[in-house]
């Protein structure tokens, strides 16, 4: 059977000369490492040398955290229960960037072949048994911390020391987040053969309980410290500027002052990946707010070089941020919870993914000429997950993006934008665009990536400006290790 891969975007010691490893020529699966005993990433970058190899060293990495977010979210995904939204929604820091996990204790085997088209391969792997071992550690000393920062909150509260307790109980923040991501490789690592269930019931579990066994300090949930948080405050927020301004108090009070600049990306609609009128409007106050409020630097949006940019690794989002020059990424989502919005937002450290600061704020959903939903945001669900269906799991690796990177896209009217695609194996592409009003265009049809082309960034000759209709638009590609059927296409006269 041949290998197929779909892939969509919304756009809104090193052993050198010896025998190949079965890992790399299965890559990332070997006896050595069974999947049921561990957890493995594969990465490989064209060349060799110290660069490739840290390259391929942080695509390994970054596999082993999209492997463990794409479990995840399948668990939540695949659940009837009632707890299905708020799960998504809880986890929504630790499943809407999949490479930013940063494990410990993974370790790493090297492979150069020095052929004719030299590539440097890196296996990143750990026993579940370790990891396990390792974070059950990991959430019982954030815990502890988390319990001794809300003691010293509530003490400033009773002390009438208001301002002291908001700024306690948001510290709190980026620990909650660390704690849910924690919590998340835990979960991987003890039910990789269980069913989904299992595993969405310890979830449910987790969120319910925060581990309140007798033997483990009980921890009070994140929503009771954002509910307390709300009641000292107590802000009526009647406009975009005032969700902006929320925004940059709580993280201001968490990063007193960033050493660098911020990069604001959009915020996103739900668990969607997909951008608002809103998200536009919130963007450009967001950037008026935290100048204003905490004297922060962000990237100048309307300056930034995207035609230059090339992303080292697999983790394009940290590569567009660095190459703009940002030492921080501020991004996140907003949900409807009845009549209210609940707006999540976090802010990492760009080099490490680190949570720096988190920010929850409510407001209700009659704020005037509010635009939550993204335009046509019913039809781009239908076929992104039809899309998403047609997926399989193989050794082939297609990466995408474009000149703006491959996550929080926004284009507007007149921009240009540009396509670029990797892959690790020789492969035949079919590229397809789907507009805003539903209508399928075929960019290219069996696009050949030969073996001189393996690992190395390919550039669609094609470029493409931005016009109506607008809305949430998909750029699908299609990769097959044989040749693409023919297309069925339609010439239109416009």
Not at 119 to 141: D, N, P
Not at 268 to 288: G, H, I, K, N, P
Not at 384 to 393: H, N, W
């Amino acid at each position: 059977m041949r290998n197929l891969l779909v892939c969509f975007l919304v756009l809104f010691a090193t052993a050198v000369h010896a025998a190949k490893p079965g890992w790399v020529t299965n890559y990332g699966r070997s006896e050595k490492h069974p999947i049921e005993l561990y957890l493995v990433g594969f990465g490989s970058a064209w060349g060799h040398g110290a660069e490739p190899r840290q390259i391929a060293a942080d695509d390994a990495r970054a596999d082993v955290s999209r492997n463990i977010v794409t479990k995840v979210k399948s668990v939540i995904r695949t659940s009837e229960s009632e707890m299905k939204g708020t799960l998504s929604q809880e986890y929504s820091g630790v499943t809407q960037s999949e490479t930013a996990l940063q494990l410990l204790g993974l370790e790493t085997e090297q492979y150069v072949d020095s052929g004719r088209n030299p590539t440097t391969y890196v296996l990143a792997y750990i026993r579940r048994a370790e990891l396990k071992r390792i974070y059950t550690r990991q959430v019982s000393g954030l815990r502890e911390e988390i319990q001794r920062i809300l003691t010293d909150a509530e003490k400033a509260t009773n002390a009438s020391k208001i301002d002291i307790a908001v700024e306690k109980y948001l510290s709190t923040y980026p620990l909650y987040e660390a704690l849910k991501e924690a919590e998340v490789i835990l979960l991987v690592a003890k039910h990789y053969s269980s069913s989904s269930d299992v595993a969405f019931d310890e979830l449910k579990a987790v969120r319910r309980k925060l581990f309140r066994e007798p033997d483990i300090l009980p921890v009070p949930s994140h929503i009771e410290v954002i509910n307390r948080v709300e009641q000292l405050v107590s802000e009526s927020l009647t406009s975009i500027d005032g969700i902006a301004r929320a925004i940059g108090f709580q993280v201001s009070k968490q990063v007193l002052q960033p050493e660098g600049k911020v990069l604001l990306a959009p915020f996103t609609y739900q668990d969607t990946r997909m951008s608002s009128r809103f998200s536009r409007q919130l963007l450009a106050a967001l950037e008026v707010q935290l100048g204003q409020i905490a004297k922060w630097q962000t990237v100048d949006q309307t300056r930034r070089l995207h035609s230059s940019f090339h992303p080292r690794s697999v983790q394009h989002m940290r590569d567009f941020a660095k190459d703009t020059g940002a030492a921080l990424l501020l991004s996140g989502t907003y949900w409807e919870n009845g009549d209210q919005i609940t707006l999540r937002g976090t802010l990492r450290d760009v080099e490490t993914g680190e949570v720096k600061a988190g920010a929850v704020v409510v407001f209700d959903q009659d704020i005037k000429a509010l635009n939550l939903k993204p335009q046509n945001y019913e039809q781009a669900l239908i076929e992104q997950s039809a899309f998403a269906e047609g997926e399989l799991v193989s050794g082939l690796q297609i990466e995408m993006w474009t000149n703006k990177g491959s996550e929080h896209l926004l284009y507007t009217e007149g921009e240009t934008m540009k396509v670029f695609v990797r892959s690790n194996r020789a492969a035949h592409l079919r590229l397809l665009y789907i507009l805003a009003d539903g209508r399928r265009t075929l960019l290219r049809e069996n696009y050949y990536i030969d073996q001189s082309k393996v690992n190395r960034v390919v550039e669609i000759p094609e470029m493409f400006e931005c016009a109506p209709p607008f809305g949430a638009e998909l750029l699908v590609v299609v990769a097959r290790l044989g040749i693409v059927t023919v297309a069925e296409t339609i010439l239109l006269y416009m």
